[in-house]
């Protein structure tokens, strides 16, 4: 699966959190955003993380391991 997509979809999913009109569908769109995280770091070898802990926004923090050749 192509990693772009796998960002794009867990951008969309944490907006439509954010935008959410029930805690429900706040925390399903959570959770797949939550899952396409998981599938990114996998892709990734773990390259690309995100921290757990939340921003004032509701994404959690990305970090990107090794320098810009390695990725």
């Known amino acids: 699966m192509d990693i772009n997509y796998l ?3 867990q951008q969309t ?3 439509r959190a954010v935008s959410a ?3 429900v569908a ?3 769109h959570e ?3 939550s899952e396409y995280e998981r599938l ?3 892709a990734t070898h773990g ?3 995100f921290l757990r802990s939340q921003l ?3 994404s959690p923090t990305v970090r990107m391991i090794g320098s810009p050749a390695q990725r």
Request: aromatic residues 4%; without cysteine; glycine residues 4%.
């Open 31 to 33: 959770q797949l955003a």
């Open 7 to 9: 960002f794009l979809r």
């Open 21 to 23: 009109a029930s805690d």
């Open 26 to 28: 706040r925390n399903i």
């Open 47 to 49: 390259r690309v993380t």
């Open 13 to 15: 999913e944490r907006s």
């Open 40 to 42: 990114i770091e996998d």
């Open 56 to 58: 004032e926004n509701g």
